[in-house]
């Protein structure tokens, strides 16, 4: 995807309110990389680490924080990584495919079209489905009866939507991914096997979330399955039944949340991180990659661990575990040398 | 979704095969968890430590079991869930969409449709396909040539089902579900490219099995891979080539199992459960959330664990793990030692 | 799936490039595992492991290494599992479907076809889409604008291909997988939400790569995310933005790479294994399922982690674990008050 625009050091420092140090009127082309950057093109120091990648650069500008030392002309601002997406809109600017039902389209009974709708070939909106204005829908999407999507949503290709899903408006679904599934509830028989318990619930997705790829969230038993504001779910991850998402959650790959799990808002889970049923996890905790928790989170809490521990912890028992082999015979050869002293000591003199 | 049947709280103990306790006569209009009920519902307490909710909870009836104490009138029965589920289902019945098919679809030659499917658009069944009576497929759903769906079965969106696929009576498949891919099978040739190996067997679903969203089954590389009957799949499951899976387990969300492994009846395994290749899991075994097994199990065994170091270290911190906490006992006990020699060693003779 | 074919041993041994012990005329109509093998079928014994089961098996004949014994005509070969997949392909010829594009199709503008390719119903390519000669595309897929596919590639169902992806020469992509999906990349703004940084890139994915069912792939922020050639990923891997992995990786099952991680070649990652961002992985380096990596890999390191043993024992070093950095002390003061009281007894009173 190639940019076509091109701006002064001068225009683009006003753009991410920042302060041009150099030439001001040096034309800027694109945005990239420190290793990909072409000359004409602007790139960005994020962290002091990446500093020696900017020496090698053909970028003829860059974005750097009020500290680090510029070796060509610089925008300065106090965040080069927001600086850096700001820029990126202004050469990239998202492309809305053309307002428009594109035949063949499968349209149930009573379904509302908002304004300046897109759907693609292949989608089917069930009864009583509704989409807000300028909603995208792309090819293979099935909405379920009675779901609707907010104002300005886009749901990308074959993505399913089960009945009573509601989406609110501004959110992101990415392709495969599939809302309203039934939990994973059964209760057991006399002869051992496993009745299913209806899942008659909803989902209630809000304002702002981004979902990831081939993301499964399962519908409430009763009730609803929410995943709040602003929160955003990166591929793979699974939500069960009745879970609580809150608002502003960074969710990563491959997370999987048992049923009835609470987050509050700001909760960061990192990759492959997994949650037993019914915990409450309090408001900015977060957790490392992989851990399991089997137990509640304070609000602002880090856990880490398969066995989860406060992070401190964990780090400690992460340097100890290796040299635990070692310590087993330590601590044979250590109670040799007592039991030779108490020998001694005991042993007539 | 919102029910409109009315029962009396007789008529409601008679069909969970329950004791009403206080007003038999009283008019319930649904079901409800604690949190939500309404009044004029049902709720229901499955455990006692939820019974501090009840008092709070709207709802003019409860479920309960014989021995926990009720504060407004109940219904008495021995697992108070089973009872839930029931009425759940009375107030929720299922919803099956009308018979028939919904052009367009994609039809090949010598398919069978059995009496009142139901195929959505956008639907493709190959060559030789055969469905059973009452067989639901939705929108964008790919069946291969010679596969077959068993009566009562529902098939979700844009589930793809490869070539040779058997699909026994009343399955679930959720949508974006894949049975029949390749199995991950290669040989190394002499300059160290992978060399596929042809994955020719099938996939044979027995009757009752639910299988959740993006679940992902590989098709054997010679037989089939087996999923008995009654088991149950949870969302993002991966089961490999040649994998046997036995009758009525439970296998929770991301769990994976690798090549040819043999798993017996009533196995649980938690959520992000791995196993390795040619394992065998005896009958009623269950596991730990995120454990990884790499030896067989035996039957009734509940097997737990899980941490990333070099794999010479990691092995002999395998062989220690186990002793940790005899070694925490054999320290506690060898300061104690300690202590009392140098006392007496410091104690004038 | 059955085969019609029929080969003497003589004829098979000439294809493998092995030799025939026994009746080399024998008549062998197809090939199966120790257990399935039926009377006039050839199995394989690819471990010593494996020998006792020869006994009981009906097959006519064995392939071999040069020196486990043989109780029947036998085929001698070096490797007897690549024997064993030559003759899957002679008596299971791969069948492509006969080309030509089976309408319905919703083609873009520009969009190139090459010669003999196949396209299903339900598919969309998008404007500037190219297909090379002899592809397959199967129902339900999505092709993005600008992307293409090269000759002999097949795209089975559901496929999700967003915008400039560009795929090689006889790869292959199983049902569900998502290439092109944002990568994961947000700024914070000052009230604490998140802020999507435009994902611009795209992928490339080279020539002979298999791609297992609902992978996921996400498009690089920008420049691209590259999978090299002869890569296999396994079903449900996760491969975040600007990750670049190398040539003749195996990457298992549930696998995932955060953003732009480096792997070599010949790199292996058992299943579940997690990899934290900006990590460097040398060639030939493998990792233990369900592993977690935050630090760089040399070349040919065997890396790993995680247990599995009893519950009961489990759960008893669950409590140790985190005692264990304070052990580590403990035992060290131990070690110098047992040296301290050694010397007192030693010295000459």
Chains 1, 2, 3 share one sequence.
Not at 105 to 131: H, I, K, N, Q, Y
Not at 150 to 169: A, K, M, Q
Not at 304 to 314: D, E, I, K
């Amino acid at each position: 995807m190639n940019s076509t625009n091109s701006y002064t050091l001068n225009e683009l420092a006003r753009i991410v309110g920042g302060r041009v140090e150099g030439d001001a009127t040096l034309a800027i082309s694109g945005v990239a990389s420190l290793h990909a950057a072409q000359p004409g093109e602007i790139t960005f120091v994020a962290h002091p680490k990446y500093l020696r990648s900017l020496r090698t650069s053909h970028a003829s500008a860059v974005i750097l924080d009020q500290a680090t030392p510029a070796d060509r002309p610089a925008i300065r601002v106090e965040h080069p990584y927001v600086a850096f997406a700001t820029l990126l809109t202004l050469y990239y600017p998202p492309v809305r495919p053309a307002p428009g039902i594109r035949e063949p389209v499968s349209l149930g009974a009573r379904v509302r079209l908002g304004e300046d709708v897109t759907v693609f070939p292949w989608v089917t909106l069930s009864d009583d489905v509704t989409l807000g204005d300028r909603v995208v829908v792309y090819s293979g999407v099935f909405v379920g009866m009675g779901s609707s999507i907010g104002e300005d949503s886009v749901i990308y290709p074959n993505v399913t939507l089960y009945d009573r899903v509601t989406i609110g408006r501004r959110v992101v679904i990415h392709a495969g991914a599939v809302l309203g599934s039934d939990g994973f509830g059964y209760v057991p028989g006399p002869e051992g096997r496993h009745h299913k318990i209806p899942q008659v619930g909803g989902i209630c997705v809000e304002d702002d979330v981004e979902i990831g790829a081939n993301v499964c969230i399962d519908r409430a038993t009763l009730g609803e399955t929410i995943i709040r504001r602003g929160t955003k779910l990166d591929n793979l991850v699974h939500i069960a039944h009745n879970v609580e998402v809150g608002e502003d959650n960074l969710l990563l790959a491959q997370v999987g949340i048992s049923g009835s799990c609470r987050l509050g808002h700001h909760v960061t889970l990192a990759g492959q991180v997994g949650l037993r049923d019914h915990l409450e996890v309090g408001d900015h905790a977060s957790v490392v990659a992989q851990s399991g928790l089997a137990k509640d989170v304070e609000p602002h809490a880090v856990m880490a661990g398969s066995v989860a521990m406060p992070h401190p912890v964990w780090r400690r028992v992460q340097v100890a575990l290796p040299r635990l082999p070692q310590l087993v015979r330590t601590i044979a050869a250590l109670e040799q040398r007592v039991a030779l002293l108490e020998e001694r000591l005991t042993r007539p003199t």
